[in-house]
């Protein structure tokens, strides 16, 4: 019998991918263990890695990194194809259209913080309208969306000072070398 | 690290976003915590089809419930119980109901009154998890 050695070749990127994934997950299930105040609101640290990843190495890399966390992350959590888990990747999703439509706009306008905001207020407002299309179609639960909403801009915003200051950190660290 | 040095950072975009959502933000508060006005209530009972009743005309309703006869009155675009077969009366407490996504109910006697405003299609369940 022949036996074949299965190679898989791979380049930088997709070693930055896998590094940066692992990171964000790891995260994601720190965070998971976390207790909530009020369900559905959590800091989101997890996106501050899809927010790094874009900021240094662009959007297809960060869209890599934020699904791939959303898919193993609901994997090692057990709700895979579950609720949260499409209100994860629905969050997911439109974050990451929100943050491609930004980040390519000519003269690149924005910072850290407001591609943050940004993309928190998307991610939240997208996982309210996915609960109630899909789990909760009664129009009540819009009365939370205010709620939901300030606690991703404060979220958002805190998220998007520390990302550019683990920037600004690393790019002094790198002149150092 | 001063809040000075902070917000030195932020890029003008930064700033009008965080304006922006900031007053989008307020604004949403007004508006998904008003309540509005029902215009029609669904009584429903395991006895009879469920029933759409407008809220505009003032009228009395006998409706069949699973021990015995509810009385429901529609007033001046408000809805309540008046009397029912059950032992506690809680649906008769419960009082006057006028807004929008309202719910009342006579468990004992199985009847519901939601309150909706019009084009709102009906749901087939209330709400999924597990």
Redesign the interface.
């Given at each position: 019998m022949q036996t074949t050695d299965i190679q898989i070749t791979t380049n930088h990127q997709d070693r930055l991918i896998a590094g940066f994934a692992a990171l964000a997950i790891s995260i994601h299930l720190l965070e998971s263990a976390l207790p909530s105040p009020i369900p559905g609101i959590k800091p989101g640290l997890a996106n501050l890695v899809t927010l790094y990843v874009l900021l240094r190495h662009g959007w297809r890399l960060a869209l890599n990194v934020s699904l791939l966390r959303v898919l193993a992350g609901s994997l090692l959590l057990g709700s895979f194809l579950?609720?949260t888990f499409s209100l994860s990747l629905a969050g997911a999703i439109a974050s990451l259209i929100i943050l491609g439509l930004t980040w390519h706009l000519p003269g690149k306008?924005?910072?850290?913080?407001?591609l943050s905001?940004?993309a928190a207020?998307a991610h939240m407002t997208a996982q309210i309208v996915t609960a109630y299309f899909?789990?909760?179609?009664?129009?009540?639960l819009?009365?939370l969306?205010?709620l939901l909403?300030?606690a991703a801009?404060i979220s958002g915003?805190l998220g998007?000072?520390l990302v550019?200051?683990i920037i600004k950190r690393r790019d002094e660290l790198t002149q150092h070398e | 690290?001063t809040l000075q040095n902070?917000i030195s950072?932020?890029?003008?975009?930064?700033k009008?976003?965080?304006l922006f959502?900031?007053s989008?933000?307020i604004t949403?508060?007004f508006y998904?915590?008003q309540s509005t006005p029902a215009s029609y209530a669904i009584i429903k009972s395991p006895q009879q089809k469920s029933l759409q009743v407008s809220l505009n005309e003032n009228q009395l309703y006998n409706i069949q419930g699973a021990l015995g006869k509810s009385a429901i009155e529609v007033k001046q675009g408000k809805i309540r119980f008046i009397s029912s077969p059950c032992q506690n009366k809680f649906c008769i407490q419960h009082g006057w109901q006028q807004h929008?996504?309202n719910l009342t109910a006579c468990l004992p006697n199985r009847i519901s009154i939601q309150l909706a405003n019009l084009n709102q299609t009906e749901?087939y369940?209330?709400?999924?998890?597990?």
């Amino acid at each position: 019998m022949q036996t074949t050695d299965i190679q898989i070749t791979t380049n930088h990127q997709d070693r930055l991918i896998a590094g940066f994934a692992a990171l964000a997950i790891s995260i994601h299930l720190l965070e998971s263990a976390l207790p909530s105040p009020i369900p559905g609101i959590k800091p989101g640290l997890a996106n501050l890695v899809t927010l790094y990843v874009l900021l240094r190495h662009g959007w297809r890399l960060a869209l890599n990194v934020s699904l791939l966390r959303v898919l193993a992350g609901s994997l090692l959590l057990g709700s895979f194809l579950s609720p949260t888990f499409s209100l994860s990747l629905a969050g997911a999703i439109a974050s990451l259209i929100i943050l491609g439509l930004t980040w390519h706009l000519p003269g690149k306008p924005f910072g850290p913080v407001g591609l943050s905001i940004l993309a928190a207020l998307a991610h939240m407002t997208a996982q309210i309208v996915t609960a109630y299309f899909l789990f909760i179609p009664h129009t009540a639960l819009f009365g939370l969306l205010p709620l939901l909403l300030t606690a991703a801009l404060i979220s958002g915003t805190l998220g998007g000072i520390l990302v550019n200051r683990i920037i600004k950190r690393r790019d002094e660290l790198t002149q150092h070398e | 690290m001063t809040l000075q040095n902070i917000i030195s950072d932020f890029k003008l975009a930064d700033k009008a976003v965080f304006l922006f959502s900031l007053s989008l933000i307020i604004t949403s508060y007004f508006y998904f915590w008003q309540s509005t006005p029902a215009s029609y209530a669904i009584i429903k009972s395991p006895q009879q089809k469920s029933l759409q009743v407008s809220l505009n005309e003032n009228q009395l309703y006998n409706i069949q419930g699973a021990l015995g006869k509810s009385a429901i009155e529609v007033k001046q675009g408000k809805i309540r119980f008046i009397s029912s077969p059950c032992q506690n009366k809680f649906c008769i407490q419960h009082g006057w109901q006028q807004h929008h996504g309202n719910l009342t109910a006579c468990l004992p006697n199985r009847i519901s009154i939601q309150l909706a405003n019009l084009n709102q299609t009906e749901n087939y369940y209330d709400a999924i998890n597990f």
